[in-house]
């Protein structure tokens, strides 16, 4: 029927700009904070080879992007970055406009699609990183290492784009803050758990990625001896790390959703106006045809009399 093939339509143009805000949110939100990311995984693969410390590479990374802002993101390591989020970003905000366009529930094929791409592009940039900022000469990944980092990967998903919505509604629900006079809204609860939840995770995380880069750097060394690795550098590199993805999946994350709510309901409102400007025209027929027609009818249930 002519009427259902409007709808169709009008849902399908509706579906294929929410993609396009999807894609633009990720973008946006992945240019923000690709620059401190760069500098902070360069950093941390140069001080986990020897290469340089902690310090020296911190401080010659953020005065190479002040210095030359426009060098530094035309960079591979810069890009490399980019790349890895602007795709989760996307493939995380695609999955959830696709779940709600089918009333289906997001968490599961979120959590397996943005681990899926974040795994794959992630692991490509630290191979890249690994042999661009390593000590030793340029070779394949050890298959442990890829494992680690899979692991890492993976808990750093569930915590930046899972955990969040329900860490948000305990707060909300939190009789400890009502009891203390602290009621918190959505909006701050979104953004302290989006910031919370991947920070803390780096605790755990952390641990895989430094045995990710000693396997790859010293393969022949012993366990008691990469357990003296990891307490020698494990402190300043957790905390580096939550520093890093503070900005990556906390503040990144709270960009993406803001810029991607934004954009969304200013379709939702064009669509509004589009519909009410149908439902005057169909109207405006239907008078003037008279009472009787289908025309008319039609604008009845528009305009919702009965």
Same mark, same amino acid.
């Given at each position: ?60 990374? %953020?005065? #190479?992007?002040? *210095?030359?802002?426009?060098? !530094? /993101?035309? +960079?591979?390591?810069?890009? $490399?970055?980019?790349?890895? =989020? ?14 709600? %366009?089918? #009333?289906?529930? *997001?968490?599961?094929?979120? !959590? /397996?699609? +943005?681990?899926?791409?974040? $795994?794959?592009?992630?692991? =490509? ?182």
């Amino acid at each position: 029927m002519p009427g259902n093939i409007g709808d169709n339509s009008l849902g399908n143009n509706t579906l294929a700009k929410k993609f396009g805000v999807d894609v633009f949110a990720a973008a946006l939100a992945a240019f923000i904070v690709s620059p401190f990311i760069t500098i902070i995984d360069r950093s941390i693969i140069e001080n986990a080879s020897g290469r340089a410390t902690l310090s020296t590479s911190l401080k010659k990374g %953020f005065h #190479s992007l002040f *210095s030359r802002p426009f060098a !530094f /993101i035309r +960079t591979p390591s810069f890009l $490399l970055v980019f790349g890895v =989020y602007s795709a989760t970003y996307s493939t995380a905000n695609t999955i959830d406009t696709i779940c709600s %366009f089918a #009333s289906r529930d *997001s968490q599961t094929p979120k !959590f /397996i699609g +943005t681990t899926l791409v974040n $795994l794959s592009t992630c692991i =490509y940039k630290d191979r890249a990183f690994t042999r661009m900022f390593g000590m030793v000469a340029p070779k394949g990944l050890p298959l442990g290492t890829y494992g680690l980092f899979a692991a890492r990967d993976s808990l750093t998903i569930a915590a930046s784009f899972n955990l969040p919505d329900g860490v948000s509604a305990r707060l909300r629900d939190s009789q400890f803050l009502r009891d203390h006079g602290v009621p918190i809204s959505y909006e701050t609860s979104q953004n302290v758990a989006q910031i919370l939840c991947p920070a803390i995770m780096q605790i755990f995380s952390c641990t895989f990625h430094l045995l990710g880069l000693d396997l790859y750097n010293r393969p022949k060394m012993s366990l008691n001896e990469r357990i003296e690795f990891l307490k020698r550098i494990y402190v300043k590199t957790a905390i580096t790390r939550i520093a890093r993805i503070g900005p990556a999946f906390g503040i990144g994350g709270v960009a993406n959703r803001m810029i991607r709510e934004r954009g969304n309901s200013m379709i939702i409102g064009t669509g509004e106006r589009l519909m009410a400007k149908r439902g005057a025209t169909v109207t405006a027929v239907a008078v003037s045809k008279g009472p009787g027609t289908g025309v008319h009818s039609i604008a009845k249930a528009l305009s919702g009399n009965r």
